[in-house]
């Protein structure tokens, strides 16, 4: 599933019925996670935060009225018709 966001390093989403982006304040961001992989576990670190629970980001984000899209193709069509100009994707799920 795909999201319109800001891209800010904590990003703001993109909402149908508001002028602007919200921040969803209770989703958790990590910048250190351990994956499991087919072959076994890895640590995944980076200097941009990346989403703790992805299930429980995307209920918090329904909680906020934030839609998500089946497609990139959905997701740019959205962000056409909001007239965004500055945006990018981010898949959850």
Same mark, same amino acid.
């Given at each position: 599933?795909?999201?319109?966001?800001?891209?800010?390093?904590?990003?703001?989403?993109?909402? =149908?019925? $508001? =002028?602007?982006?919200?921040?969803?304040? *209770?989703?958790?961001?990590?910048?250190?996670?351990?994956?499991?992989?087919?072959?076994?576990?890895?640590?995944?670190? *980076?200097?941009?935060?990346?989403?703790? =629970?992805?299930?429980?980001?995307?209920?918090? $984000?329904?909680?906020?009225?934030? *839609?998500?899209?089946?497609?990139?193709? =959905?997701?740019?069509?959205?962000?056409?018709?909001?007239?965004?100009?500055?945006?990018?994707?981010?898949? $959850?799920?």
């Amino acid at each position: 599933m795909y999201f319109l966001v800001t891209t800010h390093k904590y990003p703001q989403f993109y909402v =149908d019925n $508001l =002028d602007g982006p919200i921040e969803v304040e *209770t989703i958790g961001y990590v910048f250190r996670k351990e994956e499991k992989e087919p072959r076994g576990k890895g640590v995944v670190e *980076t200097s941009f935060p990346m989403i703790r =629970d992805e299930m429980q980001a995307i209920s918090e $984000l329904y909680n906020h009225g934030v *839609t998500g899209f089946k497609t990139k193709k =959905d997701a740019k069509k959205k962000a056409a018709e909001l007239g965004l100009s500055t945006w990018k994707y981010l898949e $959850l799920g």
